[in-house]
């Protein structure tokens, strides 16, 4: 059967596919954010999944304020990188795996969670900045994608909670589809920040590490998180983070972290974070 062998948690700071795309990762204010994203590269190659299910949000690229979807998943052949103002990003277009999303849609759906199911989807900069952090630049993505996108952006969005027992439910989903595939999940988004208003600017690294070390250890403590506690602490756009919580319930029970980077990301005064995990 088909099995989720591993979870990357990573930020989807939009400067960072720009400083891909225009070769400026080695240039000082991003040079040390990518060389502390080898590693994970590294995991992920030696991994060689051959589906990655990444969750993300939509920044109205696939949807807008007339169709607010709290939870959509994509179905399609193929999904281009969508036109977010400046034109698509030069990164290959990446390929689906319809029948095996369609099998999750239904398991998910019979499972208690009413998805929306998207026949067409481009995916903006919360999908395919994660594909660069984890695969730099290659020709193609060494994997099939399926988007699942989550609203963090229209209030009321999920809870922590209600993402953790997605993942758990996607784990389920995964155990009963009779192919061989191996699974990574991204969950992205986050971490504390927030881009407007008097708190502009503001990051928590204390917050931000503190949901790094309960992610493995605590992630039931993690998921009680509300969504005062996030904007309070973590920034208007903390909320990201349930949609770790996505990715983390999918690993099972018990995960192993591989790996972690956390930095203040200079060129665009966010927090920005990754980490590694395996199902024990």
């Not at 052949?77 to 977010?84: I, N, Q, R, Y």
Request: charged fraction near 20%.
């Amino acid at each position: 059967m088909a099995e989720i062998v591993g979870g990357i948690g990573t930020s989807h700071i939009p400067g960072i596919g720009a400083a891909v795309d225009k070769g400026k990762t080695q240039e000082p204010i991003w040079k040390n954010l990518f060389d502390h994203y080898e590693p994970a590269r590294e995991w992920l190659a030696e991994l060689a999944p051959d589906v990655a299910i990444v969750v993300f949000n939509d920044h109205a690229s696939a949807f807008s304020m007339q169709l607010i979807p709290t939870f959509a998943i994509g179905v399609a052949d193929t999904f281009l990188p969508a036109d977010e103002g400046y034109g698509r990003r030069k990164v290959p277009a990446a390929q689906g795996a319809p029948e095996l999303a369609w099998h999750l849609t239904e398991r998910l759906i019979l499972d208690g969670f009413d998805m929306t199911i998207a026949n067409e989807m481009d995916i903006d900069h919360g999908c395919t900045v994660p594909l660069s952090i984890g695969c730099d630049q290659p020709d193609e993505w060494p994997f099939a994608i399926i988007p699942l996108c989550v609203n963090v952006i229209q209030y009321p969005p999920p809870t922590g909670a209600r993402c953790l027992a997605l993942g758990q439910a996607l784990q389920r989903a995964v155990a009963s589809w009779e192919g061989d595939e191996r699974i990574v999940v991204f969950g992205t988004g986050g971490m504390s920040h927030q881009l407007q208003g008097e708190r502009a600017g503001l990051v928590n690294a204390d917050f931000d590490t503190a949901f790094l070390d309960g992610l493995t250890a605590d992630p039931d403590g993690v998921a009680a998180i509300d969504h005062v506690e996030y904007l309070r602490d973590a920034g208007s756009e903390g909320i990201e983070l349930v949609m770790w919580m996505v990715m983390r319930g999918a690993l099972g029970d018990n995960a192993t972290e591989r790996y972690r980077h956390y930095q203040v990301a200079a060129a665009s005064n966010t927090a920005a974070g990754l980490i590694v995990l395996e199902p024990a």
